[in-house]
T-cell receptor, first 112, second 111 residues
Framework: DAGITQSPRHKVTETGTPVTLRCHQT?????MYWYRQDPGHGLRLIHY???????DKGEVSDGYSVSRSKTEDFLLTLESATSSQTSVYFC???????????FGQGTRLTVV | LAKTTQPISMDSYEGQEVNITCSHN???????ITWYQQFPSQGPRFIIQ???TKVTNEVASLFIPADRKSSTLSLPRVSLSDTAVYYC????????????FGSGTQLTVLP
């Protein structure tokens, strides 16, 4: 799948602990995105990046931070996980221009 | 951000043509209309993209009227495996762009 890998694929963590999800691409695409998807809902954008060290907030950014220190990696951090952050998280990448986006396989995060 | 509106759900039967319409009244000049398909437990998958008129690929066709305020995804002769959620998005060719998904349309293909 378009050279995009999410890790871990599954994680169970306790409330209050920090969690970092990793998105790695081998396509050298400029844009990277983090989404969450909850049962019966569409994808909601958390944060996105338009270049190394260039990031911006999406519609549900509270409680999340991101970092992009190199083109291929986009990290999503939950500083202090809460049960409301139990969700499936998807990373996506896209190119310049009108390019299509490619999605990772998702990370299922459970906060207990 | 320009928003999109789609029907929440649609049912069809195998072998029929399915048309899903998306409204985007505030589309910007540099927005491209893009459709994605999502199966349960998978990330969305790109289907088709267009700017104006009609675009066709091996999977679907996309019809865009001259005013670009709506678009219609056409799936010919659907099968059970086409049961999925379909999302319409506007992707800007500008430099700092979000990809915002709406609620999507749940298409259920019946035997």
């Amino acid at each position: 799948d378009a050279g995009i890998t999410q890790s871990p694929r599954h994680k169970v963590t306790e409330t209050g602990t920090p969690v970092t999800l990793r998105c790695h691409q081998t396509e050298n695409h400029r844009y990277m995105y983090w989404y969450r998807q909850d049962p019966g809902h569409g994808l909601r954008l958390i944060h996105y990046s338009y270049g190394v060290k260039d990031t911006d907030k999406g519609e549900v950014s509270d409680g999340y931070s991101v970092s992009r220190s190199k083109t291929e990696d986009f990290l999503l951090t939950l500083e202090s996980a809460t049960s409301s952050q139990t969700s499936v998280y998807f990373c996506a990448i896209s190119t310049e221009g009108e390019g299509e986006a490619f999605f990772g396989q998702g990370t299922r995060l459970t906060v207990v | 951000l320009a928003k999109t509106t789609q029907p929440i759900s649609m049912d069809s039967y195998e072998g029929q043509e399915v048309n899903i319409t998306c409204s985007h009244n505030n589309i910007a000049t540099n927005d491209y209309i893009t459709w994605y398909q999502q199966f349960p437990s998978q990330g969305p998958r790109f289907i088709i993209q267009g700017y104006k008129t009609k675009v066709t690929n091996e999977v679907a066709s996309l019809f865009i009227p001259a005013d670009r305020k709506s678009s219609t995804l056409s799936l010919p002769r659907v099968s059970l495996s086409d049961t999925a959620v379909y999302y319409c998005l506007l992707i800007s060719s500008g430099s700092a762009r979000q990809l915002t998904f709406g609620s999507g349309t749940q298409l259920t293909v019946l035997p």
